[in-house]
T-cell receptor, first 114, second 112 residues
Framework: ETGVTQTPRHLVMGMTNKKSLKCEQH?????MYWYKQSAKKPLELMFV???????ENNSVPSRFSPECPNSSHLFLHLHTLQPEDSALYLC?????????????FGPGTRLTVL | TQLLEQSPQFLSIQEGENLTVYCNSS?????LQWYRQEPGEGPVLLVT?????EVKKLKRLTFQFGDARKDSSLHITAAQTGDTGLYLC????????????FGPGTSLSVIP
């Protein structure tokens, strides 16, 4: 595997379900990100982890819970979501905090909340 | 108000035509990236510009960073159907580490 991978690619869940999104980067990067992309809205930064420490939490509701067990893996745990949480969830990684902020994205998880 | 604005929001052109899309802000950025995103996929980095006035070329794509590092343009020569996608600009703010701000994107459709 190369680059940034995300699983699952598609997820349909009810409002009472608990699910997790997984992201893995094979680039040796130090920072990982979760973004939300909704129709007709810019990419919204949700969380940033740098060297496994959360450095940004962009006022995201507590029904979204990130986890970064090591620099290669990032999870987004979901529970009691709302229909307006339906979106494309993108994971990204970058090499170095001082290095120009170029980000490498995974293919995303298309989430539908019923 | 958005920190980064992009124009036009939508663009539909014939194959072979030239086009320019713009990315504007009132903020100064330490660097600016352009990405292209195809439906159902994540954005793919095209280029990073760092120096005010910098021009970079990537085959038929020409990227320019404004002298004041507040704006950028992307010019495509002789567009092809494979250029279809959402073009996103993203700026890294000088005063904020590890945070890249994305514009809303320009959706380009190249018709054969």
């Amino acid at each position: 595997e190369t680059g940034v991978t995300q699983t699952p690619r598609h997820l349909v869940m009810g409002m009472t379900n608990k699910k997790s999104l997984k992201c893995e980067q094979h680039l040796g990067h130090n920072a990982m990100y979760w973004y939300k992309q909704s129709a007709k809205k810019p990419l919204e930064l949700m969380f940033v982890y740098s060297l496994e420490e959360r450095v940004e939490n962009n006022s995201v509701p507590s029904r979204f819970s990130p986890e970064c067990p090591n620099s290669s893996h990032l999870f987004l745990h979901l529970h009691t979501l709302q229909p307006e949480d339906s979106a494309l969830y993108l994971c990204a990684s970058s090499g170095d905090r001082a290095g120009g902020h170029e980000q490498f994205f995974g293919p995303g998880t298309r989430l539908t909340v019923l | 108000t958005q920190l980064l604005e992009q124009s036009p929001q939508f663009l539909s052109i014939q194959e072979g035509e030239n086009l320019t899309v713009y990315c504007n802000s009132s903020s100064v950025f330490s660097s600016l990236q352009w990405y292209r995103q195809e439906p159902g996929e994540g954005p793919v980095l095209l280029v990073t510009v760092v120096t005010g006035g910098e021009v970079k070329k990537l085959k038929r794509l020409t990227f320019q960073f404004g002298d004041a590092r507040k704006d950028s343009s992307l010019h495509i020569t002789a567009a092809q159907t494979g250029d279809t996608g959402l073009y996103l600009c993203a700026g890294a703010r000088i005063t904020s580490y590890d945070k890249v701000i994305f514009g809303p994107g320009t959706s380009l459709s190249v018709i054969p």
